[in-house]
């Protein structure tokens, strides 16, 4: 049935919303101010990098596959200008790079040091400053992350990037599905036409869109460390200057109690061992092996527990 006074199709109603919100006739989002467009930057903040390259414990493979990104940053004019690479890689500008493995393996520590190697700052968009539950509303952060790299020249770093990198929804019944599929080609869109780095990190990279695996310049694995690393990550993480009393064999001990343990789950355990030796007073304020083994084993148990089905 048509209007009887325009013949045009009458006019659908508004879209709603989980959030009781409504989207006007046709599903688009409203023309942002640029108050609002200035807001949603503000959500994204520029940090200097802490980390550095050369404390990096990773397998010798991994690193290889690092560097040579980044010498494809770092040479990209002599790549795609000299060596003629923009004629077959219109694209080349793009640098995304994905940083897959289990929890505490240094994804988030890579990203940052990349971004210090780079001498760029570094913008962290994590996943719950990203998502919303107003329709729309993620897309525009998206985009408004993407524009504060473009305007500070800072690399992009997206955490659990799974949650926004996964599958598209082919079966799409409600107002919320047709926002996560929005948010999906808005990404697409972005990776597209950004000419910066871009650094993605997951611990369920088999959750990703085969389009954005396309997009994705380099896919690195972040593996649990084997006795080696985790000597080297043992070393690292204990300071100086903090109280610790061990004997060169107990380094081999420590080694052998975190196999299957992260990086990540080290610096954990120091920190909570170094609370233990706290609470003593005066010269037995100090680390032992013995601390480091109690930490280690609540750690292992805490692994076992938490999370698992009952």
């Known amino acids: 049935m048509t209007n009887q006074h325009t013949n045009q199709p009458p006019t659908p ?3 709603p919303t989980p959030a009781g919100r409504v989207l006007p006739p046709g599903g688009g989002p409203r023309a942002e101010s640029e108050t609002e467009i200035a807001k949603r930057l503000d959500l994204f903040t520029v940090e200097t990098p802490r980390r550095h390259l050369k404390d990096l414990i990773l397998p010798e493979d991994t690193l290889r596959q690092l560097n040579g990104l980044l010498t494809k940053i770092r040479y990209h004019r002599v790549l795609y200008e000299d060596f003629g690479l923009g004629e077959i890689d219109p694209y080349g500008g ?3 790079i994905n940083l897959y493995g289990p929890p505490g393996t240094g994804k988030s520590f890579a990203a940052d040091a990349i971004a210090h190697e780079l001498g760029m700052g570094i913008i962290r968009a994590n996943y719950a400053e990203i998502e919303s539950k107003y329709v729309g509303e993620t897309a525009k952060n998206i985009k408004a ?3 504060k790299a473009r305007e500070t020249g800072a690399l992009l770093f997206f955490d659990e990037a799974d949650s926004i990198l996964g599958r598209r929804l082919s079966n799409v019944r409600q107002s919320t599905d047709h926002a996560v599929n929005v948010s999906r080609s808005v990404m697409l869109l ?3 036409q950004f000419s910066g780095v871009t650094v993605f990190a997951t611990n369920l990279a088999s959750n990703y869109d085969t389009a954005f695996i396309r997009r994705i310049l380099g896919h690195l694995e972040m593996p649990l460390p084997d006795a ?3 000597l080297r990550l043992w070393r690292y993480h204990l300071p100086a200057r903090l109280p610790v009393q061990l004997a060169e064999s107990d380094w081999a001990r420590l080694v052998a109690e975190t196999e299957g343990l992260a990086g990540g789950d080290i610096l954990n355990i120091v920190v909570y061992a170094a609370s233990m030796a706290l609470e003593r007073e005066g010269v037995n ?6 601390d480091f083994s ?3 084993g609540g750690s292992k148990r805490a692994k076992q ?3 698992q089905p009952q």
Not at 285 to 290: D, L, Y
């Open 305 to 307: 527990a938490v999370g």
């Open 190 to 192: 972005e990776l597209d």
């Open 285 to 290: 304020c100090r680390i032992t092996v013995n």
């Open 94 to 96: 793009r640098t995304a």
């Open 13 to 15: 109603p508004p879209l």
């Open 294 to 296: 109690q930490a280690i």
């Open 228 to 230: 080696e690393q985790r």
């Open 145 to 147: 992350a993407f524009q």
